[in-house]
Nanobody, 119 residues
């Protein structure tokens, strides 16, 4: 069973930058896609960005041109580079990944890391 562990969250001022990391306890080579989600207080979890095993990326409109997702299969790690941060980016950021097995789609989630954007 692969476990995902996020790191890199913290408190940052508006306009600042952070880099989140998500390290898997096993190989992510066969993960079809990895992604980051976030959940603000009182709101539903929303998709932030995804990266496929072909390095195709997608982004929520709210983070385009500010966030960059990437994956390093050799390090079993997915990154989320965040810049020009806004208070609206505050929330718990969760790493996600999925792969396929004979039994179907298997989803994996990390425990989350808090990002707070505030002056």
């Amino acid at each position: 069973q692969v476990q995902l562990v996020e790191s890199g969250g913290g408190l940052v001022q508006p306009g600042g930058s952070l880099r989140l990391s998500c390290t898997a306890s096993g190989s992510i080579v066969d993960f079809e896609a990895m992604g980051w989600y976030r959940q603000a207080p009182g709101k539903q979890r929303e998709l932030v960005a995804t990266v496929s095993n072909a390095d195709t990326t997608t982004y929520a409109d709210s983070v385009k041109d500010r966030f960059t997702i990437s994956r390093d299969n050799g390090k079993n790690t997915v990154y989320l580079e965040m810049s020009s941060l806004k208070p609206a980016d505050t929330g718990v950021y969760f790493c996600n990944g999925h792969r396929w097995s004979w039994s179907g789609r298997i989803e994996y989630w990390g425990q989350g890391t808090q990002v707070t954007v505030s002056s």
